[in-house]
């Protein structure tokens, strides 16, 4: 599966600007360009697509394309969002979600009992990249994610393994976020934490992302927006 954007370049600077390379930040996104080195002159404009190999891909999914010029560099940045499957929870009744949603404020582990359960239970034999889409996905991933449920994909803070790890095994009172350690009432073991843990660690940002202007003129003198 492929995800395909279109941009235009335009070369807003008063004098022309030799476009060296263009490369990505990983191999599954690849600009379509002209062959390089290519010379703009002043003012030139044209249209040109990424495409993005979603394979094996979830949640949210960023990359780079650096345009190095004989001028200075400039960045472009791609940010995809992919939905998870319907689950049973896209096909509640009129008001059970937000039922169950109160049931959880007052009581965080009734997740794992009753109707609730078919969903947030989901955790026999499950390891790392499928559990976090049984048991996590469900909420965090969701299309229509609770206000109140974060965006894992976005980092408020810096996120460490130990960050992970106590957020998993033991929840926060007073929110959504149920203890899912055995040890308080959960359903994952410390193999199966351990696992969730490695998988967020590795997949999800460690950091806040620096604030970055729309569409900046970069010293290379290209100004790069999405096409129509």
Not at 16 to 27: E, I, K, N, Y
Not at 140 to 157: F, K, N, Q, T
Not at 168 to 189: E, H, Q, T, W, Y
Request: with cysteine; aromatic share 6%.
């Amino acid at each position: 599966m492929n995800a395909k954007y279109g941009f235009s370049l335009t070369n807003v600077s008063s004098e022309a600007v030799t476009l060296l390379a263009a490369p990505s930040s990983c191999g599954c996104t690849v600009p379509k360009l002209p062959p390089l080195p290519l010379e703009i002159k002043a003012g030139q404009q044209f249209g040109f697509e990424v495409n993005m190999n979603l394979a094996g891909k979830s949640g949210t999914v960023i990359k780079t394309i650096t345009f190095s010029t004989d001028k200075g560099t400039k960045h472009l940045l791609l940010r995809t969002t992919i939905l998870p499957q319907p689950t049973a929870a896209t096909n509640m009744a009129p008001g059970t979600r937000e039922n169950n949603q109160r049931m959880a404020q007052a009581d965080r582990q009734a997740v794992f009992r009753g109707d609730c359960a078919t969903c947030h239970a989901n955790s026999n034999g499950k390891l790392g990249k499928e559990l976090y889409t049984s048991v996590c996905g469900v909420c965090h991933e969701a299309e229509h994610r609770a206000s109140m449920v974060p965006d894992l994909h976005v980092a408020r803070i810096d996120r460490n393994e130990d960050y992970w790890r106590n957020w998993i095994a033991n929840g926060r009172m007073g929110s959504l976020m149920p203890a899912f350690a055995k040890a308080s009432g959960g359903i994952l073991d410390d193999a199966q934490i351990s696992s969730l843990v490695s998988y967020l660690a590795t997949n999800m940002p460690a950091k806040p992302m620096p604030f970055v202007p729309a569409n900046p003129l970069a010293p290379s003198g290209l100004n790069v927006q999405p096409g129509h």
